[in-house]
């Protein structure tokens, strides 16, 4: 089975250019995360998708930041125009939709570096 | 709010001994609670989760976490450590409620390991 799949792995961009990050959940998870670790922080919450639904975005920063499931399979995280503090590791999530706690697997992680 | 604290920014430990990886959390009521491992250039990896019911926890790779509620702790623990172990180790806690915000994953900062050998 394979996993969550996150592109690109590296992207360096200046300031002010829009960048857009792309996951691949693993086949038949209906949720999707997105979180995000700053330097020396915390991995943090940004948001939920359920298919194509938007469960929860309320750790999305501000509104440079767009993330969009068509058709609830893979997800896109716009970021325009691009500032330096979004600099970063950018990981995407996924699990299944069912009763019970069930873990997130987690992709390999986009890293955002911006000049 | 939910927050979680891992006060080591480092762990060393020699091979073949036992390690532990300290987890505090604080949270309004019962807490769901995971730790993963990332490996340079990987992902977060799952290694095993709390939810309810006995306080020890067996997972991947050898590891176990203990539940204390009276000290809001959930420490990673392996008898005997690996050169392999050797990685970063994230701590984290989910709410037990259900509706908004309730599949949120608070992380704590990472804990490097180092399996000396």
């Known amino acids: 089975e394979a996993g969550v799949t996150q592109f690109p792995s590296h992207s360096v961009i200046e300031k002010g250019q829009t960048v857009t990050l792309r996951c691949d959940p693993i086949s038949g998870h209906d949720n999707l995360y997105w979180y995000r670790r700053v330097m020396g922080k915390e991995i943090k919450f940004l948001l939920h998708?359920?298919?194509?639904?938007?469960?929860?975005e309320s750790g999305m920063p501000n509104n440079r930041f767009l993330a969009e499931r068509t058709g609830g399979t893979y997800s896109t995280l716009k970021v325009q125009p691009a500032e330096l503090e979004d600099s970063g590791v950018y990981f995407c999530a996924s699990s299944q939709r069912r009763g019970g706690v069930d873990e997130q697997f987690f992709g390999p992680g986009t890293r955002l570096t911006v000049l | 709010a939910q927050s979680v604290a891992q006060p080591e920014d480092q762990v060393n430990v020699a091979e073949g001994n036992p390690l532990t990886v300290k987890c505090t959390y604080s949270?309004?009521?019962?807490?769901?609670l995971f730790w993963y491992v990332q490996y340079p250039n990987r992902g977060l990896q799952f290694l095993l989760k709390?939810?309810?019911?006995?306080?020890l926890v067996k997972g991947s790779y050898g590891f176990e976490a203990e539940f204390n509620k009276s000290q809001t702790s959930f420490h990673l623990k392996k008898p005997s450590a690996l050169v392999s172990d050797s990685a970063l180790y994230f701590c984290?806690?989910?709410?037990?409620?259900?509706?908004?915000?309730?599949?949120?994953?608070?992380f704590g900062k990472g804990t490097k390991l180092s399996v000396i050998p």
């Open positions: 998708f359920v298919k194509e639904s938007k469960q929860d």
């Open positions: 709390y939810i309810t019911g006995d306080n």
């Open positions: 949270v309004s009521g019962n807490p769901y």
């Open positions: 984290a806690v989910r709410p037990t409620y259900s509706g908004a915000g309730s599949y949120q994953l608070t």
